[in-house]
Structure formats: structure tokens, C-alpha cells
């Protein structure tokens, strides 16, 4: 079971990997080791920021990791709530992303890409004040959390850090058939 699991995630890694955040992208994954990358961290369920200014570049997205233990076993799944308040333009961004699972008493990483479209590019700008907030529904609890931005000229340090957390995760292991 392991071993389909690592397959699953190598092939789910080499798709992942020729994007650039066109889309939201969603992955759960097993260990709480929390990626050091994210510039804004929390170890709370809140997360406030003001966004600094970065010189002609706009805001294309923004990742968001959490890592949280499951405490029991979730038959029916676990809901995510995330909501970004701009308190500076009183916007306010929800997601929710419902009949979640994972492996029961462990604890895991869900890693989240937001892009920005042409509709919700004024959602973030330099100098915003930002509030940004996680709640699970089920008997999962938050232990940490983050959210780093991506800019216009990011690809290839998106590409390199999103790489590297996915080589980190297990993908050491030997997930060739014997």
C-alpha cells in the first residue's frame, strides 16, 4: 500500500510540475515537516501580513501549506475553511474544500496553490493589510500554517521550491517494482 501511495505521488509530482499555477492545485501529504520557504507563518488558526512592494511586479497567486494531525478516524471525511480578509479594501476570499481524508492518527501536509485571474488581480497589492485564517471541520487540529506569495517573475523559484518540497516528501524511497 505504501509503495502504491509512493508511486501515485511520483506521478502526481511530474504533473504538478509543468504548471505554473494556471489552476488550483490541492495535495494532501503524510509528515508535519513544515516547508521553510513560506515567508508568513503561524502557528495559530489566524495569519496577518501586509504585503510588501515588490518593484513592477504584480501578484499572480499565493501557496498556502498547513500541516495538522488527524486525531481520529474520519469516516465521513474533514472539511477545510480558508478565508483571506484584505482588511486594507474590506475583501474578503473564502475556500472550502470538503470530504477530505488521510491516513488516521498521523500528521500531514496540505499544500494549496490560489491563482490570482484577471477578475481577483486587485485582491492583493503591495501595501495591503492582509488576515488570513483556517479552520477544520472533523477531528483534525492545525498545528502550523503559512502562505507565500508568487509573483509575476517567480516561475522558476515556484517551480524549484515546489520540486524540492515534493523530492522531500518520501519520493527517497524505492518505488520500483522488485
Not at 470538503?98 to 496553490?113: G, K
Not at 485564517?133 to 500554517?145: T, V
Not at 503559512?146 to 527517497?172: C, P, S, W
Request: hydrophobic content about 40%; aromatic content about 16%.
Amino acid at each position: 500500500m505504501k509503495r502504491d501511495f509512493l508511486i501515485s505521488l511520483k506521478m502526481l509530482s511530474q504533473e504538478l510540475l509543468g504548471i505554473v499555477v494556471p489552476d488550483i492545485c490541492s495535495v494532501f501529504l503524510p509528515g508535519g515537516e513544515f516547508p521553510d520557504w513560506f515567508d508568513y507563518k503561524s502557528t495559530g488558526s489566524i495569519l496577518s501580513f501586509v504585503v510588501p512592494p515588490r518593484k513592477k511586479q504584480m501578484i499572480r497567486g499565493w501557496f498556502f501549506c498547513a500541516v495538522f494531525a488527524s486525531r481520529f478516524h474520519e469516516i465521513y471525511g474533514f472539511t477545510l475553511f480558508c478565508e483571506l480578509k484584505n482588511i486594507t479594501k474590506n475583501l474578503t476570499w473564502h475556500y472550502r474544500q470538503q470530504d477530505c481524508r488521510v491516513v488516521p492518527c498521523q500528521e500531514h501536509m496540505w499544500l494549496h496553490s490560489v491563482p490570482l485571474n484577471h477578475a481577483m488581480a486587485h485582491l492583493l497589492e503591495a501595501g495591503d493589510e492582509v488576515e488570513y485564517s483556517i479552520q477544520f471541520i472533523g477531528s483534525c487540529r492545525p498545528m502550523k500554517f503559512g502562505v507565500n506569495l508568487i509573483y509575476e517573475n517567480d516561475k522558476k523559484d515556484f517551480r524549484y521550491f515546489f520540486e524540492a518540497m515534493i523530492q522531500n516528501t518520501y519520493l527517497h524511497e524505492d518505488v520500483n517494482p522488485a
